[in-house]
């Protein structure tokens, strides 16, 4: 079953901040996020592991609750490059399979 | 630089034909997906492998077969394409099976079925 992620979709204004949530009805072995312009590939955000860690990169940092399988994106002073689609993949204990999200659309205005 | 490629980024074929899809890895990793992407339903999983000649279902493997007799080729297997498998193909792969690694993608195929 696929993770749930919410907003579907959301639009900022340049600086503005913005959550995107994704949450699974399995316990979760690790937390991938993703992001895809348009026409492309999806990219490698980060990881989170098992372990209930944070993590940053630049302005977009993520968490991960194990016990409440959940995890969310966070995008603090949004840039125009920062808009496209944002997936979560999740890996559940000792299945090796990722599940992906259906998607939020996150489109950023100058 | 890492690569991922796919073997055709467009493709049109007729109901009822074989569609065979490759996937190349320069990476040298062990694992190597396939995914679905529709609108609104993200990507689905069809089928991965951890090791030559090995694969596992995903989600919707149903009229869909894979092949990995090297390690740095997946192949996507339509063995009877049906309209409704018009969407677009992603191939990615991994280091190793673990949820430590991410997965690299390539370009994707978009596949479709007349």
Known sequence: QQPVQSPQAVILREGEDAVINCSSSKALYSVHWYRQKHGEAPVFLMILLKGGEQKGHDKISASFNEKKQQSSLYLTASQLSYSGTYFCGTETSGTYKYIFGTGTRLKVLA | ?114
């Open chain 2, 1 to 114: 630089d890492v690569k991922v490629t796919q073997s055709s980024r467009y493709l049109v074929k007729r109901t009822g034909e074989k569609v065979f899809l490759e996937c190349v890895q320069d990476m040298d990793h062990e694992n190597m997906f396939w995914y679905r992407q529709d609108p609104g339903l993200g990507l689905r999983l069809i089928y991965f492998s951890y090791d030559v000649k090995m694969k596992e279902k995903g989600d919707i493997p149903e009229g869909y077969s894979v092949s990995r007799e090297k390690k740095e080729r997946f192949s996507l297997i339509l063995e009877s394409a049906s309209t409704n498998q018009t969407s677009m193909y992603l191939c990615a792969s991994s280091q190793t099976a673990s949820g430590s690694n991410e997965q690299f993608f390539g370009p994707g195929t978009r596949l479709t079925v007349l």
